[in-house]
Each structure stands twice: as C-alpha cells, then as structure tokens.
C-alpha cells in the first residue's frame, strides 16, 4: 500500500504538458469565445423577437409563406413537391424553416429563429476557418468570425427569414471547405466542399459567383493536377445540386431574361436605381456606395480596404503555394464583377461575399506588430455597437456628406456612413398592433 505522503498530485501545466504531447491541443480560448459570440448573438436575436410585433412584408413576408406552404406539404406527406414546384428560388433555406414547423408552430418567429440556429454557426465556423487558414491563427479567425457577426446587414437580415444571410453562411463554410481541400490535394475535404457548395446553391442560384473566384485560383495554382480531389468535389456539387437545376432548367432561364432585362420590377428602377445600365459608372459604383453606407458602413470598410491593399502587396512578395491571400482577393474581385455584370442590383444581393471581406479586413489587424491591442479593441467595439445599436434602433445616422451628393437616394451616394441603427430592411423592433385580433374580430362579425 502507497503511504499518503508519497502520491503525486499532477498540477495544472504537466497535465496540460502532457496532452500537448500526447498530440491533443484542446479547444483555443479563441474558439470559445467564438462559439459565445454565437450564443450572444443569437440571444439578442431572441430579446429583439420578444419585442417585435411587424407583420412579415415584402420577401421577407413571401419567404416566411413559402415556409409554411412547405411544411403543409410535409406534414401531408408529400416529400417530392418542395423540389419540383418552382418558387423562384431553390429550397434549402425554405425547408429550414418548413422543419422548424414542427416544432415551434405557424409562427414567424419560428422560422426567424431557425434560421438563426442553422446559419449562425455555419457562419462563424466558415469565417473562423477561413481566416485560421489564411492568415495562420486562431486570433485571425475570431477577429473574422466578429466581423461577419457585427456587419450591420447580418445584425438586421438575421431578424427576418430572408435567404441572403443563409447563403453568405453556406458560402463562407464552402469556402473554407475549398481552402481547406488544398486545392483539391485531399479528395475527401474536396467531397465536403461540393456538398457545402451544392448546398449554397440550394440556397441561392447567385451562389455560383461567389464560389467561382477561389476555385479558378486554386485550379490555376496547381489544383488542376489533383483530378481525384476535383472529382470527388464535382461529384458530390452534382449529386447535391444538380437534380433541382435539370428539373427546374427552362424556368431558370426564363428567370434570368426578365431579371436581365429590367422588367421584374420597373418601379423599383424609378424609384432607387436598382436598374441601372450594365456598363455604366453607376453600375459600377453601385455595390461600393451599398457597401459603405448599408452592408458594412464606413469602419468596418475602411478595414477591409486595408486588409485588401495588404493581401495585394503580400501576394506579390510570396507567391508560395502556402499563401493563399490571391484565393480571396479573386473571391472578393469575382464577387464584385459578377454582382455588377447582373442588371438587377439589391444592396443585399452582394453579402454572400462577406467571407471575403470579414477575412481580408480583420487579417492583418490580426497580425499586426503595432496596435496589436488597440486595433483588436476598436473591432470589437464597432461590432458590438452594431449589433446592439441596429438591435435596438439606439441613436440617429451619422453621415458625412461629399460635394454633389444627391437627395434621396437609396444608396446614399456621395455619403460616407459611420453609424445608422436603420439596419437593412430591419432596425430595432417595432409594433404594428393587434393586426391577427384585428382579421379575427373581423371574421367574427362576418
């Protein structure tokens, strides 16, 4: 028998010294307080659902039927309509919310908050990932994944049921899917980067641009060699996405004319310019004034210039395979030119490129030898004002005005924004009355 005052008792720092040898490494402090920003995140979503009493309008109101109407179709037992009936839009973010159903009833909150737990975390895993790839830290990966968090369009999309935010998360995990596969080397990470990118193209027909630019520069840095891995990822993108774009291939194109030609709402072209001439200046100026006056704003803007300005500059000094800055720059420039090249233009159509943008403006900050506390601190502190401002509709805009700036216009050109709690299309929460008492004293009455 071992007398008491022999044993050892392993402190702390041989425990942890032990593991670390043992190979296991644990979860960063990094991770952790991703996986909590998930969490807050999701919590103020809840508070702000709590607190908004709107009827759904628009497409957020059009989405939320679809839902519904999918899940009737489920409940009846009917497992083959919600691919073959064409609602314009391919129906993964729909089912999501059709599932939710089930559990949490015919209500919008419902669907909102699915919505919220399904994408969310793909979210910041994909940012997280992406930005641990490149830039080579976990540090990098949770300045990322706060970015995204606190754009001011994710804080106000994630209110609604709307697809945009849905696909900039299935986006960011394909991404780093494809950047993880090092380009197509490893056949079974290519596998699970087709099935996330046939996922988002289930979300979104527009996926494709956004998951071009990384692919292209992976197969032109020597990808093209690795045939196994590219078609492990085409095999699996086609088992996923290819059965409702076959089936659904006439109405596709028919989609794609009116929506080209201007004609799906000439209204909106008079009203806002969603519609401007392809080639035109304000075409291609379009998603820059969207960017920094509704998707981003200004400080979050000015970082992803920086970080963009670096990323050039370092893929020019190193062009080793290891770098892998030119795979986002081709993303955040395809994104751009593909989202410009389309006529029919909406600040939200371009927020799938987030990935990107959150990567690129929070890399360097990441890296950064000066301010390597400041810079960090000054993020955090502009993604927790979005997110608690555009919440709560705290405070008025704050706009600086450029000479020949126009009045009323959607975009606000010629203005640069640095704060608005407007959000896009939802601020903080608001109430239009007892609008379902009201149908239904209504329907008493006869």
């Known amino acids: 028998m071992l007398n008491s005052t022999t044993r050892t008792h392993p402190d702390a720092a041989s425990v942890r010294d032990a593991l670390n040898r043992s190979g296991y490494r644990g979860l960063s402090t990094e991770l952790w307080l991703a996986v909590a920003s998930v969490v807050a995140f999701i919590g103020v979503t809840v508070w702000w659902l709590t607190q908004e009493g709107r009827v759904q309008d628009w497409d957020n109101g059009l989405h939320t039927v679809d839902a519904f109407l999918i899940h009737k179709q489920l409940a009846a037992g009917d497992l083959t309509t919600l691919f073959t009936e064409f609602n314009t839009y391919p129906p993964l973010g729909h089912l999501v ?14 669907v909102i908050l699915a919505s919220n737990l399904v994408f969310v ?5 994909g940012t997280f990932g992406v930005g641990r790839l490149v830039y080579g830290s976990d540090r990098a990966g949770l300045l990322a994944a706060l970015f995204a968090l606190g754009t001011p369009m994710i804080v106000s999309e994630f209110h609604e049921f709307i697809l945009d935010p849905q696909q900039a998360a299935m986006i960011a995990i394909s991404v780093w899917a494809i950047l993880a596969s090092r380009r197509f080397e490893r056949p079974g990470v290519a596998a699970l980067a087709g099935l996330f990118s046939g996922l988002a193209m289930l979300t979104k027909q527009t996926s ?38 076959i089936y659904h291939r006439h109405e596709l194109n028919s989609l794609v004319s009116i929506h080209d030609s201007g004609a799906a709402s000439p209204s909106a072209n008079q009203a806002g310019g969603f519609f401007p001439q392809r080639l035109s200046r304000k075409s291609f100026g379009w998603y820059f004034w969207s960017t920094v006056n509704i ?49 029919h233009k909406d600040p939200r ?14 890399g360097w900050i990441a890296n950064a030898k000066l301010g390597r506390t400041l810079f960090p601190a000054l993020l955090v502190a502009v993604v927790a004002i979005n997110l608690i401002g555009i919440s709560t509709g705290a405070g008025r805009a704050a706009r600086v005005a450029l000479s020949g700036a126009p009045k009323n216009s959607v975009l606000a050109e010629r203005e640069l924004t640095l704060y608005s709690p407007d959000g896009w ?4 929460p608001a109430r239009d009355g007892d609008v379902l008492g009201l149908m239904r004293g209504l329907k008493r009455l006869g």
Do not use: C, H, K
């Not at 990384?214 to 996923?240: D, E, H, K, M, Q």
């Open 97 to 110: 919310g059709a599932l939710a159903v089930f559990v949490g009833g015919f209500s919008p909150a419902t």
């Open 121 to 125: 975390p793909l979210l910041v895993a």
């Open 208 to 245: 494709v641009v956004f998951i071009a630019g990384p692919i292209a520069v992976a197969l032109a840095r020597g990808g093209w060699r690795n045939w196994r891995g590219i078609l492990a990822f085409g095999s699996a993108f086609g088992v996923v996405a290819g059965p409702w774009y």
């Open 295 to 343: 998707q981003l704003l200004v400080p979050l803007a000015l970082a992803v210039l920086i970080g963009t300005v670096l990323a050039v500059r370092d893929s020019l000094r190193d062009r080793s395979p290891a770098n892998l800055r030119p795979e986002l720059l081709a993303g955040l420039f395809v994104s751009w030119l593909g989202m410009t090249l389309i006529t």
């Open 349 to 362: 159509y371009s927020l799938p490129a987030l990935v990107f943008m959150a990567v690129l403006g929070t």
């Open 425 to 428: 299309l939802r601020g903080g």
